[in-house]
């Protein structure tokens, strides 16, 4: 696996004016981590979008910074709801020696031949796997060649993938990844949501019939004598 390395600078603007910085041309960040002093950081934006979209938020990533190199994870990655530039990151400072846990992304690869050649509908049940392992040892992605989905019904499941023995996946290896469904007709799916209603219609009498059965009796809270006058 290639090392990936990432220039960063001292930050010395904080708050509101880090406005400043991106106009610049620079994302603000911080490096933290168990037992390590916070470092304000500042990262020319364009080579931070780089490095992200090869490392995600699972790659070891290594920040130098004046004459230290710190390994490091990406997370907590800010976008401007807007614009959808980048606006803050954080970098997670890892030991070499201490297994962490990581959500590995899903990729496909391929076509199936059930999509392409009978219709089917691909289901995609899961984007992320999680795992623990050495911070150097975690994929990137965990890429599944769809080409052996050939027919109606066939599934990867997780006991499926390729994993390396240095990692450990913290899922059920038999829940399912991917499965490719028959198409349905317009005609079917209508007379799907029609038995839906007709069954949620059906529940919702029947607890109202319940709950009317367990409601107690009204008791007479009036007192059987009055009160004696003073």
């Known amino acids: 696996m290639r090392k990936i390395e990432i220039k960063a600078q001292p930050r010395t603007i904080?708050?509101?004016?880090?406005?400043?910085?991106?106009k610049a041309g620079f994302i603000p960040a911080v490096i933290y981590g168990n037992k390590f002093t916070a470092l304000n950081i500042q990262i020319p934006i364009k080579e931070f979008s780089k490095v992200y979209s090869e490392a995600g938020e699972s790659t070891l990533v290594y920040v130098n910074l004046d004459n230290e190199s710190y390994p490091s994870i990406i997370h907590n990655v800010a976008v401007d709801p807007v614009s959808d530039l980048y606006i803050h990151a954080d970098f997670y400072k890892v030991r070499l020696?201490?297994?962490i846990k990581a959500g590995i992304t899903v990729e496909l690869i391929g076509e199936s031949p059930a999509v392409k050649s009978l219709g089917g509908i691909l289901v995609k049940n899961i984007n992320e796997i999680e795992v623990e392992g050495l911070p150097q040892n975690l994929p990137h992605a965990f890429e599944i060649d769809i080409s052996k989905l050939e027919k109606f019904g066939d599934n990867i499941k997780i006991k499926d993938l390729k994993i390396e023995s240095d990692i450990e996946v913290l899922a059920n290896p038999e829940d399912i990844i991917l499965l490719i469904q028959e198409p349905i007709s317009e005609e079917k799916l209508k007379e799907q949501l029609e038995t839906t209603s007709a069954d949620t219609v059906d529940e919702v009498e029947v607890i109202k019939k319940e709950k009317k059965e367990e409601e107690p009796a009204e008791e007479n809270t009036e007192p059987k004598t009055a009160p004696e006058k003073p």
């Open 97 to 99: 020696d201490e297994k």
């Open 14 to 22: 904080t708050g509101k004016q880090v406005k400043s910085l991106r």
